[in-house]
């Protein structure tokens, strides 16, 4: 009797956010248009999604620092999307307004519960094929991390060439006025305004800025895909699985969101490929590391800050999450 009394308060918990987080997605899309998720019957089958995905986390086998680092996602992710929200819609985040942070607790629960399973996901080793494991490990040495590389950028080149000399758009323009006319502002880093004014602005000039975007864009297409080869090659060396590292370079080499964001001028691509880097020598403190490492862990802190003004604020909330997965991080 009190199983039954336990698992019936249980299933009314589970409802009562699935129908909390529902109400939640409307307020957390961007419009003001109140008719796009207002058919019933689309949030029925928004509520019965919802309900299985909150019902399967509740039931998963969970340790105190999962809780935790869960519920620290889960809160980040929903205030980002409601402080989004209110930026596009109103132009003004609204963060001291008691209605957006009663907002933010309506859609927690679902990604929380949504980051509860993710953790909880488990990959079967499989060893039965030894030129698997062979490749494998291959991936995993410095060669393979240059073949890596290599790999990479051969599997990019036609994007290269397609759109050649890159794709000159996002603030790239704004950044190269500022620096040819001597007005740097803040708004954007400062290293980056330098890079792309120097190759596109004084490298290309101006009857072949084409030369000087292409110099850029091969260096962005060099250090982004280095840093994709890093990723790779640190799953290689740590995960138990091979599908992973597989599945993943695969991902980088064919999907053309990655070779194309290559050759663009916005500064989240450098700022994305040091910040990999960045976490990678980050997971290294975990074991002993040496001078060098630390020298380089250093050096690759300060251009990851540099290349882009809000990355502090990423810095600071990857350290608090992997200071509690990194005794327990298991690929």
Request: include cysteine.
């Amino acid at each position: 009797m009190t199983s039954l009394d336990k698992e019936n308060k249980r299933s009314l918990i589970v409802v009562t956010l699935s129908l909390i987080s529902v109400i939640g997605i409307n307020i957390t899309i961007k419009t003001n248009d109140k008719t796009i998720f207002g058919n019933s019957l689309y949030s029925l089958l928004a509520f019965i999604a919802i309900f299985l995905v909150i019902n399967k986390s509740s039931k998963i086998p969970r340790t105190k620092r999962k809780n935790v680092i869960s519920l620290i996602l889960g809160i980040t992710i929903s205030i980002c999307l409601i402080l989004g929200r209110n930026t596009l819609l109103f132009d003004d985040t609204q963060i001291f307004k008691l209605k957006t942070w009663l907002k933010v607790l309506m859609v927690t629960p679902l990604w929380v519960a949504i980051d509860l399973m993710l953790f909880s996901i488990k990959i079967k080793v499989n060893y039965h094929n030894p030129y698997i494991l062979k490749l494998k490990n291959y991936f995993s040495t410095k060669k393979g991390l240059f073949t890596l590389w290599v790999l990479t950028i051969i599997c990019w080149l036609p994007y290269l060439i397609i759109f050649f000399p890159g794709i000159y758009g996002y603030d790239g323009p704004f950044q190269v006025q500022q620096f040819l006319t001597h007005k740097i502002t803040t708004h954007h880093p400062f290293l980056h305004t330098a890079l792309l004014g120097i190759t596109v602005g004084k490298l290309g000039g101006d009857s072949k800025w084409w030369l000087g975007l292409f110099i850029y864009s091969c260096i962005q297409l060099l250090i982004f895909s280095f840093s994709l080869s890093y990723l790779v090659n640190y799953i290689s060396k740590h995960t138990k699985s091979f599908c992973l590292p597989i599945i993943t370079l695969l991902t980088f080499l064919f999907v053309p969101f990655y070779p194309i964001m290559a050759i663009t001028t916005t500064k989240n691509v450098i700022f994305s490929a040091l910040f990999i880097i960045l976490e990678i020598q980050l997971f290294s403190f975990y074991n002993k590391i040496s001078r060098k490492q630390e020298l380089l862990f250093l050096i690759v802190s300060f251009l990851a800050m540099a290349f882009l003004k809000q990355s502090l604020y990423v810095y600071i909330i990857s350290v608090i999450i992997l200071a509690f997965l990194l005794p327990e991080m298991s690929i």
